[in-house]
């Protein structure tokens, strides 16, 4: 609940960003543990549209929620083994895709470690050193087999697509936006954000990127022009605190326990939701200097890195899209 409410917040801080000459149709919902927003401009059938990705979002979580028992995920994490429909085979293969590009920085097996320090039912707690060396045996996409559409599971490994649903929920929506002939979108679910065409009046979308140490303020805000994702992930989203020591919802598959490194919130802005969301998580489990590097040799995103000391960092290719904050540059 406190991660609705700061969500909403962020939601709140970016809506009069956008001040745009037509009035949206707009709604509201809650899915995936988040508050959404559509808002639609110049469309006919903008409030049909708008309900229409509702439904397909809802869709998307039946078959990917870990919790609700009946989901395709959850079955097959419950019996090692099922059925995937294609749409969330396309979506395992991809995350696969991309666990290996970022070398499994981005982990989908990793959920017995999310269950065991408690993020799935808010039952936090801090393991034992036994006990996450046990369910790291079964943390690795090499525990995964695949022939068709039947998916295999070695003993004790399970699924998670909390890294990649949003963002892949948003590109779905943006697609079936664009199908149905929308010219202006934008989708903001949870800390995803995902524009589609151009606003009516012309001007730059205005996306606010959360200040992590303030919650109530923007770090930044970012220009962007036509369809695109924004995605940020950060520690400050989901955590709990123990002995003094916070412990955050994202995972260093290597060491089984949430990430301690030395970034505060990483932005991607990339062409499709999917791969924002996959590398939003994966840069941050990466650190500074390898979430640079990684950068440097890819051709298919930019990123926005506040360190824990509070310094902004921006790819090149984001340099004269950013207000209202100080910045320095990577360059390749
Ligand atoms: P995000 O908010 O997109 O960064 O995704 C974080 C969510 O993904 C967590 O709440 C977990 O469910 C899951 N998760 C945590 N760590 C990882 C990781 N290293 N790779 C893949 N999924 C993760
Ligand atoms: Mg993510």
Same mark, same amino acid.
């Given at each position: 609940?406190?991660?609705?409410?700061?969500?909403?917040?962020?939601?709140?801080?970016?809506?009069?960003?956008?001040?745009?000459?037509?009035?949206?149709?707009?709604?509201?919902?809650?899915?995936?543990?988040?508050?959404?927003?559509?808002?639609?401009?110049?469309?006919?059938?903008?409030?049909?549209?708008?309900?229409?990705?509702?439904?397909?979002?809802?869709?998307?979580?039946?078959?990917?929620?870990?919790?609700? =028992?009946?989901?395709?995920? #959850?079955?097959?994490?419950?019996?090692?083994?099922?059925?995937?429909?294609?749409?969330?085979?396309?979506?395992?293969?991809?995350?696969?895709?991309?666990?290996? +590009?970022?070398?499994?920085?981005? &982990?989908?097996?990793?959920?017995?470690?999310?269950?065991?320090?408690?993020?799935?039912?808010? #039952?936090?707690?801090?393991?034992?050193?036994?006990?996450?060396?046990?369910?790291?045996?079964?943390?690795?996409?090499?525990?995964?087999?695949?022939?068709?559409?039947?998916?295999?599971?070695?003993?004790?490994?399970?699924?998670?697509?909390? $890294?990649?649903?949003?963002?892949?929920?948003?590109?779905?929506?943006?697609?079936?936006?664009? +199908?149905?002939?929308?010219?202006? #979108?934008?989708?903001?679910?949870?800390?995803?954000?995902?524009?589609?065409?151009?606003? =009516?009046?012309?001007?730059?979308?205005?996306?606010?990127?959360? &200040?992590?140490?303030?919650?109530?303020?923007?770090?930044?805000?970012?220009?962007?022009?036509?369809? /695109?994702?924004?995605?940020?992930?950060?520690?400050?989203?989901?955590?709990?605190?123990?002995?003094?020591?916070?412990?955050?919802?994202?995972?260093?598959?290597?060491?089984?326990?949430?990430?301690?490194? &030395?970034?505060?919130?990483?932005?991607?802005?990339?062409?499709?939701?999917?791969?924002?969301?996959?590398?939003?998580?994966?840069?941050?489990?990466?650190?500074?200097?390898?979430?640079?590097?990684?950068?440097?040799?890819?051709? &298919?995103?930019?990123?926005?890195?506040?360190?824990? $000391?509070?310094?902004?960092?921006?790819?090149? /290719?984001?340099?004269?899209?950013?207000?209202?904050?100080?910045?320095?540059?990577?360059? +390749?």
């Amino acid at each position: 609940m406190k991660r609705s409410l700061a969500l909403f917040a962020v939601l709140l801080l970016i809506l009069p960003l956008c001040s745009c000459a037509a009035k949206p149709a707009e709604q509201s919902f809650f899915a995936m543990n988040t508050v959404m927003s559509v808002r639609i401009w110049h469309d006919d059938g903008a409030a049909a549209d708008a309900a229409a990705v509702q439904a397909l979002v809802n869709t998307l979580e039946r078959a990917l929620s870990v919790t609700n =028992p009946g989901s395709e995920i #959850a079955q097959l994490n419950g019996t090692g083994s099922g059925t995937l429909s294609d749409d969330t085979l396309y979506l395992l293969e991809k995350t696969l895709a991309l666990s290996a +590009r970022t070398g499994s920085a981005l &982990d989908p097996t990793l959920y017995p470690i999310v269950r065991l320090w408690g993020f799935t039912t808010d #039952a936090f707690r801090v393991p034992s050193e036994e006990e996450i060396a046990a369910a790291l045996k079964s943390i690795g996409t090499e525990h995964i087999t695949q022939s068709g559409n039947t998916v295999t599971l070695a003993d004790g490994t399970m699924l998670d697509f909390g $890294a990649v649903a949003k963002g892949y929920a948003a590109q779905k929506s943006a697609e079936f936006l664009t +199908r149905s002939g929308v010219e202006a #979108a934008m989708l903001s679910f949870g800390g995803n954000i995902q524009t589609v065409g151009s606003k =009516p009046d012309g001007t730059d979308w205005k996306i606010g990127i959360q &200040d992590p140490f303030d919650a109530a303020s923007n770090a930044a805000v970012l220009s962007l022009s036509g369809s /695109g994702a924004v995605v940020t992930s950060g520690g400050y989203q989901r955590y709990f605190e123990e002995n003094g020591e916070t412990y955050c919802h994202i995972m260093d598959p290597k060491t089984g326990a949430p990430v301690q490194g &030395d970034l505060a919130s990483v932005t991607i802005v990339a062409p499709n939701g999917m791969l924002a969301d996959g590398l939003s998580t994966a840069l941050y489990v990466m650190g500074f200097d390898d979430a640079c590097e990684f950068w440097r040799t890819s051709d &298919d995103f930019e990123a926005i890195l506040i360190t824990n $000391a509070g310094d902004i960092y921006i790819t090149e /290719g984001l340099d004269g899209r950013i207000d209202g904050a100080q910045y320095q540059v990577i360059t +390749r």
